[in-house]
């Protein structure tokens, strides 16, 4: 959805409200595909002030995400409340305000890159993930494995591992 600078600023109502929806399409994000389930929904306002823009939205959505400990994929809901400035008067300096050349603003492009970076570094599907076992690569919420957690003590904690065990190094 786009809008114009021109009709917000020069009208006598100088605020819009916005309710849409919009297929996102998958995106690669951290070298991993994140694929929308659903539509984007944006609920909103937009109001203008002068010279600029105030966006004030809502978004909604849910992704399809890879856990980064077990591999399975998840439902990720995203449910984000943003409020950005934006403005086309290239003398405005404020950090607060978005610079946009020309005089269209592509809402839809804004609250893709806020989906975007809202995503956790580390996606993982619950607090209490068990991960993946580190020798025979069972996938530990779903069942347990036989295999020797000796041997993956890391040698700088054998001493320490002595210690506690009261043995010599």
Do not use: H, W
Not at 30 to 58: R, W
Not at 89 to 107: N, P, Q, S, Y
Not at 129 to 150: A, P, R, V, Y
Not at 159 to 166: D, P, T
């Amino acid at each position: 959805m786009k809008v114009l600078f021109s009709d917000l600023i020069s009208k006598r109502e100088r605020s819009k409200d916005l309710e849409y929806s919009f297929d996102m399409d998958k995106f690669t994000f951290s070298g991993e595909e994140m694929v929308p389930t659903e539509k984007v929904l944006v609920n909103g306002k937009i109001i203008s002030n002068n010279t600029e823009l105030l966006l004030d939205l809502n978004i909604k959505t849910v992704l399809k995400l890879v856990c980064s400990r077990c591999l399975e994929t998840f439902i990720y809901p995203i449910d984000i409340d943003i409020e950005e400035r934006f403005t086309n008067d290239d003398t405005i300096e404020d950090d607060d305000v978005t610079f946009v050349k020309g005089d269209t603003l592509d809402i839809t492009e804004i609250v893709e890159s806020v989906i975007i970076s809202t995503l956790p570094i580390k996606r993982i599907c619950s607090s209490n993930c068990k991960g993946l076992c580190q020798t025979c690569g069972e996938n530990l919420n779903k069942s347990s494995c036989n295999c020797n957690d000796e041997g993956n003590i890391d040698v700088r904690f054998a001493g320490l591992k002595a210690l506690l065990e009261n043995k010599e190094v």
